[in-house]
């Protein structure tokens, strides 16, 4: 059934490498080969003449942009368009984060500090989105511009969750008690 949302023209196919550059600089070709091997197949649909996702420069997560130019008030909560559709391969799902410069620039929080996408979420249609936050008097973010990043991985195994007394660890401190004696 054909899409009621008018798609932009594939005109390339992309290859995204969001790992290699991090996590293999200055590793042997042979090596780089064997990375290749567990590279993941993700089919993505744009709606609009964004850039293409790319692998982000020396990192591990991929920058998604603003699909639309955007304005946002002080309180105000909008969904801001992605303008990608993408296919995650079985048994993956998606962590969605902001950029760490996207606050700074534009005043707006992912409204629920992070977003998780199931690979079930893959039609056509289903357009990722961005749940925005205005903390700032007036802002504008305009298309195409970098907000958000994400990474795939491999969904929670099954838990058996077994109720017990005592766990018969030594306890740390509670929250906040990293590195303090």
């Known amino acids: 059934m054909p899409s009621s949302t008018s798609a932009v023209p594939v005109t390339k196919k ?3 490498r969001c790992r290699i550059y991090a996590r293999h ?8 080969k064997d990375w290749r091997k567990r590279q993941v197949k993700v089919r993505v649909k ?5 850039d293409s996702i790319g692998a982000a420069h020396l990192g591990e997560w991929c920058d998604l942009r603003c699909a639309e130019d955007t304005h946002l008030s002080f ?3 909008k969904l801001i368009s992605l303008g990608v559709s993408i296919e995650l ?9 902001p950029r760490s410069s996207t606050f700074k620039k534009y005043g707006v929080l992912l409204a629920n500090s992070v977003g998780l996408i199931d690979n079930a979420y893959c039609g056509d249609d289903d357009v990722w989105r961005f749940p925005a ?6 802002t504008f973010i305009p298309k195409n511009e970098r907000i958000c990043q994400f990474r795939i991985q491999k969904i929670q195994p099954d838990l058996e969750l077994e109720p017990v007394e005592f766990l018969g ?11 303090r004696v």
């Open 14 to 16: 992309v290859i995204v």
């Open 25 to 32: 600089r200055g590793t042997s070709i042979t090596k780089l």
């Open 46 to 50: 744009y709606h609009t003449d964004i």
């Open 75 to 77: 309180g105000e909560y």
């Open 89 to 97: 391969p079985e048994g993956y799902e998606a962590l969605v984060i």
């Open 133 to 138: 936050v205005c903390l700032r008097g007036e």
């Open 169 to 179: 660890n030594k306890s740390r401190g509670g929250i906040g008690s990293t590195g």
